[in-house]
């Protein structure tokens, strides 16, 4: 017979999940995926110790990925939407052209603008790193400024891009884990995310103020790398047209995946009219990304591609989406079987007693996405766990789940790269070649946005509540007609 699980037995599966990421993942570096999996193990004891049948627990894992299958089908689409782009030349046009207008007299502000820029555009923090960072390093080095400031700037203008690029896969995966939808999460975080870019963008300036102007040779890589974009692509103005149908679909509120699709199909039309690339490589680039190799330029070498092009450029592809989306499933699993042994609703009954104000949930969001990511050191894991824990005391509180997914990303997302032993970490600091601790105090951004979300859930300001309606209707219906 079915009973209500205790709170020893609710927390239990969730303390398992904390200690097997801790030490395998966190100490072991063993892969998370087969790690949740365990948890999982753990959750389905518990959950057939409390009477919960396994054809039960199938029907609650169903369920999740049921609900999450249309963001699933998203981010899919976005690997399409990045492999067109880049061989369409769009995303390397805009690089090309952000480089070029680098006022290195202004190094550390610059360093936080482009790399936002470049972020939003590609949707990845660790590719904006590794490409224009790396070249902002060096231009930084020349100029003798603070190099952990600039690498600061760095990450938090990268992390400021992938928090707000429709293109990111961690901002896609917030409103699947909260039940909210993509462009209204992305237009919601504009409360927390545009206070702490001022306040980054007034301490880079007044720190960057009395750097000296003068002549500056751009450092070798830099102009090699834009010799090589303008090699390899054709420039055209409208290689701007994929961006534009997104951000005129963002504006009009135009469902996502049709969206995506219709400028990837722009994109892939621009691949052969402007770029001149065969029918054969736009459609591999759709499936495993856009590769150098592609290019058949007369007098190119793609063999002589210096290692900062091809990070930059070779990426995309529904492939490219793989570990998100598998992680994503191995989470699924873990909160299917919570969910129907009641273990969540037994920790939220329990929460719910204690937290009586807005202020107060939003304050145990932040507590626990930094508890996850100083655990796990992993974005991703740092957004589902926590999203699936709050997301029913948001809906008890009357609170739209837009609300939730904006806090996920404010504690989980920007936090990961501050954190030494995550895998963010340690990519930045070996890619800058400044160590964690020494650009964390810089990357104000990263540490802002939580604080802004706990002001923020103190007096209301930015708080939308549901209204009646929203109240009987299911999360993940509504998302499910927003993305379709």
């Known amino acids: 017979m079915k009973r209500q699980p205790t709170f020893a037995e609710a927390v239990f599966p969730i303390a398992a999940m904390l200690v097997l990421l801790a030490i395998g993942f966190g100490y072991f570096k063993f892969q998370p995926e087969p790690l949740l999996l365990l948890a999982s193990i753990c959750a389905g004891f518990i959950a057939l110790r409390v009477g919960v049948k396994w054809d039960e627990m199938m029907e609650g ?67 904006s790193v590794g490409t224009v960072g790396v070249a902002l390093m060096g231009i930084a080095t020349g100029l003798g400024a603070s190099l952990p400031a600039t690498a600061g700037a760095i990450v938090a203008g990268a992390y400021f891009g992938d928090k707000l690029s429709p293109l990111s896969d961690t901002t896609n995966l917030a409103p699947i884990a909260a039940g909210s939808e993509l462009y209204e999460h992305i237009k919601h975080m504009l409360y927390t995310t545009i206070p702490a870019a001022v306040i980054s963008l007034i301490v880079y300036t007044v720190v960057g103020f009395n750097l000296a102007e003068g002549s500056f040779a751009t450092p070798d890589t830099t102009e090699t790398m834009l010799n090589t974009l303008e090699t390899m692509f054709s420039w055209n103005i409208l290689l701007l047209l994929p961006p534009i149908i997104i951000l005129y679909g963002s504006i009009k509120k135009k469902p996502t995946l049709p969206t995506i699709v219709a400028s990837s199909i722009v994109a892939a039309i621009l691949a052969k009219l402007i770029q001149g690339f065969t029918w054969s490589d736009i459609f591999a680039s759709t499936v495993s990304g856009f590769n150098v190799s592609m290019v058949k330029v007369e007098g190119f070498n793609p063999e002589n591609v210096i290692w900062e092009v091809t990070r930059l450029v070779n990426r995309g592809g529904m492939q490219s989406m793989t570990s998100v989306i598998l992680i994503s499933f191995c989470a699924f699993v873990f909160a299917g079987i919570i969910t129907k042994a009641s273990c969540l609703e037994v920790i939220m009954t329990t929460l719910m007693k204690k937290v009586r104000r807005t202020g107060s949930l939003v304050l ?51 936090v990961v790269p501050l954190i030494p032993w995550s895998s963010a970490g340690v990519y930045m600091a070996g890619t800058l070649g400044v160590s964690v601790l020494s650009y964390a105090p810089w990357a104000i951004l990263c540490y802002l946005g939580f604080f802004f979300a706990i002001i923020l859930g103190y007096t209301g300001i930015g708080i939308e509540k549901l209204k009646e309606n929203d109240l009987k209707t299911d999360y993940s219906e509504n998302y499910k007609e927003n993305v379709l």
């Open 61 to 127: 894992v169903r369920e999740k990925i049921d609900a999450a299958m249309p963001a699933i089908l998203i981010l899919i689409s976005i690997g399409v939407l990045i492999g067109t782009w880049m061989i369409s030349g769009s995303i390397p046009m805009m690089i090309y052209f952000g480089i070029k207008i680098i006022n290195p007299a202004f190094i550390i502000l610059i360093a936080f603008v482009v790399s936002a820029i470049i972020s939003i555009v590609t949707g990845t923090s660790w590719g």
């Open 364 to 414: 145990s969001t932040v507590v626990s996405g930094i508890t996850m990511a100083l655990v796990t050191g992993n974005s991703y894991l740092s957004i589902i766990i926590p999203g699936e824990i709050f997301k029913d005391a948001y809906k008890k509180k009357r609170l739209h789940a837009k609300n939730l997914s904006r806090t996920l990303e404010d504690s989980g997302t920007v």
